[in-house]
């Protein structure tokens, strides 16, 4: 017999369920005065540095419907490419900028929408730089574990075209699934689940 | 956003995920998994800094009942009605090391199984004082605990006669924003586990077993509550041996 490696395994995943919002929103949700806020509904303040943005869409399901009861958080880096994380080691994010969000699709009409900065790029693992994006996770009734995505910005046509990651997507006419669209500060992006449109989702 | 100084920050990648561990996205058993699942492959991806890095929240964004939803939405003077337990346990990574300061937020359906949302229909009673949420940040050893009453079952519109065990949902960050999990615990010896649907979108038994909190005798509380443990595990991440700065500086 060799050593055992000892390592534990992870926690399987569940859906979040239909009621998630009880616990990642519960103000949004009508459960007042047990938090003060939700976390992640508010990521700038007025000393906020970098260019302000709103982060806009809806989910689609395989049949195309809305996904009403989903909730979306958003990682990204500050206006110098910084994250507002212990484990980031090139400096210090700008201290007046979460770097992460928190918001649930309508109950009506099916939307996000995130108020934010456009982030600096982010340097790949070879050195590279990425070209700016947000990283979107994605959980909702449905979804057995979280899904993980990438919103890239249209105006960022050069940095976009030597982005490593959008580089690796073999069928190239996916890489305009994770492309926002863009109309003054207002960024959209719709997120396709399944099927002609499906967005691509990572394994990270 | 942490304070802790004693520990040197980890950034090595996280390990791989294994998918055939998690449940898949197609579970047909599981009705709306089918119209909310991928059909093309996830492109892989060796994390970067965008994934290795993610947000920590202090202490300081806790009120006192945060971790007590027997009280954190009763009136004063008051408490909610049920069973009282206390869920506690450790946050663990795959290396089995502690994962201190980390946010888990619970939710979960009230004694009679029913959700304070204004979705739900189902027709047993709200319990006014039981709102049904609440949240705690893992200290030094990974330790994190609440008090609530034990969920009931509830009904739901899948299969014509299927009810979810009494179950709590966590929400858990890690360090890293790859380490991002939402899960549900379920209580020990209760029969309906093994006819849950959404239960059986897990493919494996000993993945199951992992979810199943057993009733911890030790802990409980008498005249007071029982205990139940749940530890949760999340994604190691490489050692630093060889990679203790970030590519690309």
């Known amino acids: ?204 | 956003m942490s304070d802790r100084s004693n520990s040197k920050p980890e950034t090595g990648a996280f390990f791989a995920r294994d998918r055939a561990w998690h449940p898949p996205a197609f579970a047909p058993g599981y009705k709306t998994s089918v119209l909310r699942s991928p059909q093309r492959a996830l492109l892989s991806l060796d994390g970067t800094v965008s994934e290795i890095t993610g947000p920590v929240f202090g202490h300081s964004i806790l009120s006192e009942l945060d971790n007590d939803l027997i009280h954190n939405f009763a009136k004063p003077g008051e408490s909610a009605i049920g069973e009282r337990i206390i869920v506690h346990g450790r946050v663990l990574d795959e290396r089995g090391r502690p994962v201190p300061g980390v946010l888990l937020e619970f939710w979960q359906a009230n004694a009679g199984g029913r959700y304070r949302h204004k979705k739900e229909t189902y027709l047993a009673a709200i319990d006014p004082n039981f709102g049904g949420c609440g949240r705690a940040i893992t200290d030094d050893e990974g330790r994190y605990a609440f008090r609530t009453i034990r969920p009931g079952a509830y009904p739901w519109p899948n299969g014509v006669n299927d009810w979810r065990p009494a179950h709590i949902h966590f929400s858990v960050f890690g360090h890293g924003f790859a380490q991002r999990l939402i899960t549900q615990m379920y209580f020990e010896g209760d029969p309906m586990i093994w006819k849950c649907p959404i239960v059986g979108t897990i493919p494996d038994k000993q993945a199951i077993e992992q979810l199943i909190a057993p009733l911890d005798w030790g802990n409980t509380i008498p005249m007071d509550a029982r205990a139940y443990k749940f530890d949760i595990v999340l994604r190691g991440r490489r050692s630093t041996l060889f990679e203790n700065r970030l590519e690309g500086n």
């Open chain 1, 1 to 204: 017999m060799v050593q055992e490696l000892g390592y534990l395994k992870e926690t399987p995943s569940q859906t979040a369920g239909p009621y998630v919002h009880i616990g990642l929103t519960p103000n949004h949700s009508e459960i007042g005065g047990v938090y003060e806020t939700d976390l992640g509904s508010v990521m700038v303040n007025d000393k906020t540095l970098g260019e302000r943005i709103t982060v806009s869409g809806r989910i689609f399901d395989g049949a195309g419907g809305l996904v009403k009861d989903a909730v979306l958080e958003i990682w990204q880096a500050d206006s110098a490419g910084l994250y507002n994380s212990p484990s980031e080691l090139r400096g210090s994010a700008d201290p007046n900028f979460t770097g992460w969000g928190r918001c649930p699709t309508n109950s009506t009409d099916g939307t996000f929408r995130f108020e934010t900065i456009k982030p600096g790029r982010v340097p790949f693992k070879d050195g590279r730089k990425m070209a700016p994006h947000i990283t979107i996770w994605i959980v909702a009734r449905g979804i057995n574990i979280g899904l993980h995505t990438r919103l890239y910005f249209p105006e960022e046509t050069a940095a976009n075209a030597e982005d490593p990651l959008l580089q690796r997507i073999e069928h190239r006419d996916r890489v305009a699934t994770l492309i926002a669209s863009k109309e003054g500060s207002i960024y959209t992006f719709d997120v396709h689940l399944q099927g002609d449109k499906e967005t691509v989702f990572f394994d990270i």
